[in-house]
DNA sequence: CGCATCTTTGATAAGTCTCAATAATCGTGG
DNA sequence: CCACGATTATTGAGACTTATCAAAGATGCG
């Protein structure tokens, strides 16, 4: 008898394996001063590790960051892309429940300002937004199928972006599938639809004309 | 040739449609003062909807309630279950994002208190908490199989009930399904899976005797 | 006790993953 | 500037997991 429930596979370590930032370089300070620092990470770098204990508030000056948790046989996922003028990093506790990487070079405002009664009215909002970003995630991921999904995430990076007939992508397609839980096989053939479909223009695999704004809508509901 | 990606299906309303609270009693007030008032509401009734202003605070007093999203074709996904003592329903804007229903029999402790510097800083470390959460259970969601799912929220229903021996679940099958991003049946399966290994015991469909709790902690990883 | 609802089980279909190979791109050094 | 190797992306075929459809069984409420 078949039982029609999986358990878990073997192993995924060589898919989705953390990042290996042997090579990259230690990140540069650009600016000191007592409460704020401009630090500098090369691709891939570490910003921070899940375990490390929080001192700081992070906010993003150039370049994008990935947010993400790691089972223990490798399978990775990515939780949040932070771009220019976002914040993150900050915890409930002592200790980052999640590693942060730099996805391209990128440019971190590291705060150290005390948890005082006026950053936490500061805070709220940031915190709240992400709570609601994070939650209407899940519907994508728990809900909507692989097409449904890489809509929805060229519709999210467009937005941020301001630029509803461009997009420039800095993360790679295995990126992409471990922030929309596919693979990358799975966002490369969805991609390929789009275009196929007319919905898209692929001048790179990373720079992407937006031909149909309203068919990607649709679709991610 | 044949793509490999899917595209939304027709229809999924059937299958997990908005509860249909016609039939709920109106929520019954017991206490009520200036800044306070606790509501019972009978299962299944809605104590929010999307898109309504926001006014409260909440905070559970008995009971389960479910907090979630809709697609437009019906399919739905809870975000987050909450239980005696967590507090919920609080936003950045002036618009609920989400529904809020009760699960069983509850009571919701609603609080009008204004938003000033003090609540800020009460409030901060509970967003901060149900972020983790959410950003955990896209994890679950996105890249673990259906019995590693199930057993995290066996896991994680027991903590949260404190008895390691045993659960009373007081969802469906449907609201597990919608929670975890699975069909009732995929959820069923997974329960008969645990039973037919021994790692636990069904006295009926929603009160669980736990045989063997490491086995359900190794396979959520 | 009976009916509606919820849950379980089975058979089949559909969607995504896995494995494999090819193609394109990027960075580096000649 | 081009050649080369390494990395990244695309494409294809087949396997596997979960969804769908259907029906039977259990549970709970009036």
């Given at each position: 008898m078949y039982s029609q429930i999986a358990f878990p596979p073997s192993h995924y370590a060589d898919r989705t394996a953390r990042t290996d930032i042997s090579k990259s370089?230690?990140?540069?300070?650009?600016?000191?001063?007592?409460?704020?620092?401009?630090?500098?990470?090369?691709?891939?770098?570490?910003?921070?590790?899940?375990?490390?204990?929080?001192?700081?508030?992070?906010?993003?000056?150039?370049g994008t960051v990935r947010i993400y948790r790691l089972l223990a046989d490798g399978r990775r996922q990515i939780t949040a892309f932070h771009v220019a003028g976002e914040f993150f990093g900050f915890e409930a506790d002592d200790a980052h429940h999640f590693f942060a990487e730099a996805v391209d070079r990128c440019g971190i405002r590291i705060c150290q300002r005390p948890l005082d009664k006026g950053l936490a009215s500061e805070l709220l909002p940031i915190a709240l937004d992400a709570l609601v970003r994070a939650q209407k995630h899940l519907l994508v991921i728990g809900r909507q199928c692989a097409g449904e999904r890489v809509a929805a995430f060229l519709i999210d990076m467009m937005e941020r972006q301001g630029d509803m007939r461009h997009v420039e992508l800095a993360m790679s397609r295995t990126d992409i599938a471990d922030y929309l839980g596919l693979t990358i096989e799975t966002v490369s053939r969805a991609f390929t639809k789009f275009r196929e479909r007319g919905y898209i223009r692929l001048k790179s695999a990373r720079t992407i004309d937006i031909v149909d704004v309203d068919a990607l809508r649709i679709l991610c509901a």
């Amino acid at each position: 008898m078949y039982s029609q429930i999986a358990f878990p596979p073997s192993h995924y370590a060589d898919r989705t394996a953390r990042t290996d930032i042997s090579k990259s370089f230690p990140p540069s300070i650009i600016e000191d001063t007592q409460l704020h620092q401009l630090v500098v990470f090369a691709p891939n770098a570490e910003i921070y590790a899940q375990g490390e204990p929080t001192s700081s508030l992070y906010q993003v000056e150039f370049g994008t960051v990935r947010i993400y948790r790691l089972l223990a046989d490798g399978r990775r996922q990515i939780t949040a892309f932070h771009v220019a003028g976002e914040f993150f990093g900050f915890e409930a506790d002592d200790a980052h429940h999640f590693f942060a990487e730099a996805v391209d070079r990128c440019g971190i405002r590291i705060c150290q300002r005390p948890l005082d009664k006026g950053l936490a009215s500061e805070l709220l909002p940031i915190a709240l937004d992400a709570l609601v970003r994070a939650q209407k995630h899940l519907l994508v991921i728990g809900r909507q199928c692989a097409g449904e999904r890489v809509a929805a995430f060229l519709i999210d990076m467009m937005e941020r972006q301001g630029d509803m007939r461009h997009v420039e992508l800095a993360m790679s397609r295995t990126d992409i599938a471990d922030y929309l839980g596919l693979t990358i096989e799975t966002v490369s053939r969805a991609f390929t639809k789009f275009r196929e479909r007319g919905y898209i223009r692929l001048k790179s695999a990373r720079t992407i004309d937006i031909v149909d704004v309203d068919a990607l809508r649709i679709l991610c509901a």
